[in-house]
Nanobody
C-alpha cells in the first residue's frame, strides 16, 4: 500500500517556475515508478511524465518536454516535478500516481493504482 500527498501548488505568473512535491508513505516506495498527471477544468486528465524506481529513467508528454523535469529522492520518499517557463495552459490540478505493477514503459494510464489528492497550479497571463 502506498499513500501519496502532493504539495507545492499555487498561483504564479506566466514564465515563472514552480516545483511540486509528491510525498509517499510506504516502506516500498522506492520500488515504484511515479507518474504525474494534470486535469484542467472541463478537460480529461492528461499524462505529464513519469520516473522509474531509481530515478534513472524518465518519460514526458510532448506538451511539457523540455520545460518540466521529474526527479526523486528515495531517501525522503519524495518525487518532484520541476516546472519551468509556465504557461496559462499549464493551469490544472496536478496529481502524482504510482502503478502497483509495471508491465510496460512508460506505464499505461490504466496501470496507475495509487493516487494523491492533487494540488492546484494556476498560471496567470
Amino acid at each position: 500500500q502506498v499513500q501519496l500527498v502532493e504539495s507545492g501548488g499555487g498561483l504564479v505568473q506566466a514564465g515563472a517556475s514552480l516545483t511540486l512535491s509528491c510525498a509517499a508513505a510506504g516502506r516500498t516506495f522506492s520500488s515504484y515508478a511515479v507518474g504525474w498527471f494534470r486535469q484542467a477544468p472541463g478537460k480529461e486528465r492528461e499524462f505529464v511524465g513519469v520516473i522509474n524506481w531509481s530515478g534513472g529513467t524518465t518519460y514526458y508528454a510532448g506538451s511539457v518536454k523540455g520545460r518540466y523535469t521529474i526527479s526523486r529522492d528515495n531517501a525522503k520518499n519524495t518525487v518532484y516535478l520541476q516546472m519551468n517557463s509556465l504557461k496559462p495552459e499549464d493551469t490544472a490540478v496536478y496529481y502524482c500516481a504510482a502503478p502497483r505493477y509495471l508491465s510496460s514503459w512508460p506505464p499505461a494510464p490504466y496501470e496507475y493504482h495509487y493516487w494523491g489528492q492533487g494540488t492546484q497550479v494556476t498560471v496567470s497571463s
